[in-house]
T-cell receptor, first 115, second 114 residues
């Protein structure tokens, strides 16, 4: 069965510092991987997605993620954190099986950005 | 940019009452989903819907739940007899086609069962 594990339920960084949010996946077939962001009291917004093309994926708001098959990882990074990046971040995996192709989400990482 | 619209944004209901959560997916999308997020927990898959029938459902999606696409634009989730543990944020999502495409989520309906 497909799954994702997000290490660290809370991450705190200083403004301007590197953001690194970790995601490892488990899948028996090549996965499609996603990062979503959820701001307080809002819905899920797609940050970026990996679809077996380039392993380094660039998303919105300066975020990027690198797919590493050998490590079964898809960590999210941003070189310089901004206060507006404070939110909950979810990694999700989808297998291309069946018409449903549902997303399976990780438990989320809450990013705090301090001055 | 096209959006998935969910109404209401917040609904409070008494235990045992029926609720209907409404969603308007993006017009040319073919796959529709409901997800649930209990406060402080992860987003969980409930059900997927394609070609006017359920494609897949999770263990959470028991006989108390049903989905419908009554008029070709709306996509509804009905909970027949709500329980306290149904309190959660419910997200609707849609996807364009079978080939790879992204999922677009609505902003959610917060359901509070009292």
């Amino acid at each position: 069965a497909q799954s994702v594990t997000q290490l660290g339920s809370h991450v705190s960084v200083s403004e301007g510092a590197l953001v690194l949010l970790r995601c490892n996946y488990s899948s028996s077939v090549p996965p499609y991987l996603f990062w979503y962001v959820q701001y307080p009291n809002q819905g899920l917004q797609l940050l970026l997605k990996y679809t077996s093309a380039a392993t380094l994926v660039k998303g919105i708001n300066g975020f990027e993620a690198e797919f590493k098959k050998s490590e079964t990882s898809f960590h999210l990074t941003k070189p310089s954190a901004h206060m507006s990046d404070a939110a909950e971040y979810f990694c999700a995996v989808r297998l291309e099986t069946g018409t449903a192709s549902k997303l399976t989400f990780g438990t989320g990482t809450r990013l705090q950005v301090t001055l | 940019e096209p959006e998935v619209t969910q109404t209401p944004s917040h609904q409070v209901t008494q235990m045992g009452q029926e609720v209907i959560l409404r969603c308007v997916p993006i017009s040319n999308h073919l796959y529709f989903y409901w997800y649930r997020q209990i406060l402080g927990q992860k987003v969980e898959f409930l059900v997927s819907f394609y070609n006017n029938e359920i494609s897949e459902k999770s263990e959470i999606f028991d006989d108390q739940f049903s989905v419908e696409r009554p008029d070709g634009s709306n996509f509804t989730l009905k909970i027949r007899s709500t329980k306290l543990e149904d309190s959660a944020m419910y997200f609707c999502a849609s996807r364009k086609d079978r080939e790879f495409s992204g999922y677009t989520f609505g902003s959610g309906t917060r359901l509070t069962v009292v």
